[in-house]
């Protein structure tokens, strides 16, 4: 089974950064994803990691450490658009599916 | 293409009765999954589909619960003598590859 945790709620300011971190405790793994899901909307997939390492794709970048079942996503610039919640979820040995955290809801203040 | 699409998009039925979902996927992905979502919770795996066959159902999945996609393109979720803890966001997400799925909108069903 998976145990995945990341933090409930946070907020920023408008045009700052934030940073989400997901831990995980997991039997296999095969990749860690990350979704942005807002209000009453399906989850959008957002990014991927399945090495060690730093992935960037415009504003948001993806960390991962294997050895420490640690990830985190990073959000610059925020916008207001960028209220959402954000989930963590991690793959298992095979290449299916996907376990997810409770998500972070992220709120965005002017 | 327009992505994975789900009907209906909310249902709101009596304890007791049965309902159906239906998801029709991205049309060249093979692989399809169905999760089920409540409030402040991720979604949770429910079952997946490669083509046509069932390859692995959750322990959440009860006997009330069954899922098909026949020649391995839409599929449905079937709830039968629903309950009022079955009351949630059934979520349809499909992929072609160990890269992310895509999900679709997601199916509310609320019941009474």
């Known amino acids: 089974g998976q145990n995945i945790d990341q933090p409930t709620e946070m907020t920023a300011t408008e045009g700052a950064i934030v940073q989400i971190n997901c831990t995980y405790q997991?039997?296999?793994?095969?990749?860690l994803f990350w979704y942005q899901q807002h209000a009453g909307e399906a989850p959008t997939f957002l990014s991927y990691?399945?090495?060690?390492g730093l992935e960037e794709k415009g504003r948001f970048s993806s960390f991962l450490s294997r050895s420490k079942g640690y990830s985190y996503l990073l959000l610059k610039e925020l916008q207001m658009k960028d209220s959402a919640s954000y989930l963590c979820?991690?793959?298992?040995?095979?290449?299916?599916?996907?376990?997810f955290g409770a998500g972070t809801t992220v709120t965005v203040r002017a | 293409d327009t992505g994975v699409s789900q009907n209906p998009r909310h249902k709101i039925t009596k304890r007791g009765q049965n309902v159906t979902f239906r998801c029709d996927p991205i049309?060249?992905?093979?692989?399809l999954y169905w999760y089920r979502q409540t409030l402040g919770q991720g979604p949770e795996f429910l079952t997946y589909?490669?083509?046509?066959?069932?390859?692995?159902k959750s322990r959440l999945l009860s006997d009330r619960f069954s899922a098909e996609r026949p020649k391995g393109s839409f599929s449905t979720l079937e709830i039968q003598r629903t309950e009022q803890g079955d009351s949630a966001m059934y979520l349809c997400?499909?992929?072609?590859?160990?890269?992310?799925?895509?999900f679709g909108p997601g199916t509310r069903l609320l019941v009474l």
């Open positions: 990691n399945v090495l060690d």
């Open positions: 979820a991690v793959r298992d040995s095979g290449d299916y599916k996907l376990s």
């Open positions: 997991t039997s296999g793994f095969n990749g």
């Open positions: 997400a499909s992929s072609s590859s160990p890269f992310g799925a895509y």
């Open positions: 049309s060249e992905h093979n692989r």
């Open positions: 589909f490669q083509n046509e066959a069932q390859l692995e």
